[in-house]
C-alpha cells in the first residue's frame, strides 16, 4: 500500500512536464497489454504522432482516448520530425505511437528521437509491448546474445545474400517477416544456413498466436500441409552458427571431407556437418564432396 501514493506522485508528474516526446508502446495483439501509464500520457498529451492515424483511430475509440492526432511515417517523417520539434521547443507534449508495439524497433521514429536528443529535448520511453522480445521470451532459444535485423530484403537474390553474411554469427538471428514472404524466406534460410533449429512466433498475442519450431525445411512441410500457419506477422528466431564457425579459418575444407570420407560417412551427413563447422550452403558442400568420391573411384 505505501508504493500507490509514490506511482500517483509520479503519474501527476509527468502529465505537468512540458516540452517533452513520449515514445509510447502499444498493444501488438491483446489491447489488456495497454498500461495504466500509457493510456494516462496518450489522453493528457497535445497531440499524437501516430504511424498510421486511421489504424490507430480504433485504438483510441477502443479506450476512448480523444487526444488530437497527426500522421508521422516512413514517407514524411523528415519534414514532419521538423515540426514536431518545434512544437515540443515551444513546451507542447507529444506521444509517438506505431501501428503496434515499440516505436522505432523497424517502425518510424528513428530520425524524430535523434534530432530531438541532438536539440538537447526531452525524450521518455513508455515501455510496453515488442514482438521481439515477447518471441525471444517464450521461444526457448538461448537470448544471452542475439542479432535483431528486422525484416529481411524483399528479393531472394538480396536476401540469401544478407543471410550469407549472418552464417558465421554464433549469437541467436531475429527477423520480422510478413505472410507473403513467409515461405520464401523459409527457402532460403534452408539453402544458406542449412539444418539450423527455428522458431517462428506467429501471431503473438492474438487468438491464433502460435509458436512452430524444426528446421527451416521442417516448417515448411508444415506449412504445406497447413496453409493456415503461414497466415499472420511473424518472428523468426534462428539458432546462432556454432562456436565451431568461429575457428573455421583454421579447418581444412578438403581435409575434413576427406576424413568423413574415409571414415564412409554418408554424402548427406558430410554435407550437413560441413555446412555446421564451417557454414556456406548444404547443397555446396554435398556437390564438393560428391566430387571428392567421384575422383577416388
Known sequence: MSQAPHAMQSSRAESGESGVLYVVATPIGNLDDMS???LDIL????VIAAEDTRHSGRL???FDIRTPMLALHDHNERSRAEQLLSRIAQGER???ISDAGTPLISDPGYRLVAQLRSADLRVVPVPGPCALIAALSGAGVATDRFRFEGFLPARSSARKNALEALAKETATLVFYESPHRITDSLADIAATLGERRLVLARELTKRFETFL???AEALLEIMAQDPNQARGEFV???EGAPAQAEQAGSVDPEQLLAAMLDAEVGIK???AVAT???GGRKQQWYERAQQLKDARG
Do not use: K, P, W
Open 94 to 96: 507529444i506521444a509517438l
Open 276 to 278: 555446421r563447422l564451417l
Open 269 to 271: 551427413q558430410i554435407a
Open 43 to 46: 489522453r493528457s498529451v497535445d
Open 236 to 238: 523468426v528466431i534462428v
Open 213 to 215: 519450431e524444426g528446421s
Open 60 to 62: 483510441m475509440a477502443h
Open 36 to 38: 495504466t501509464r500509457a
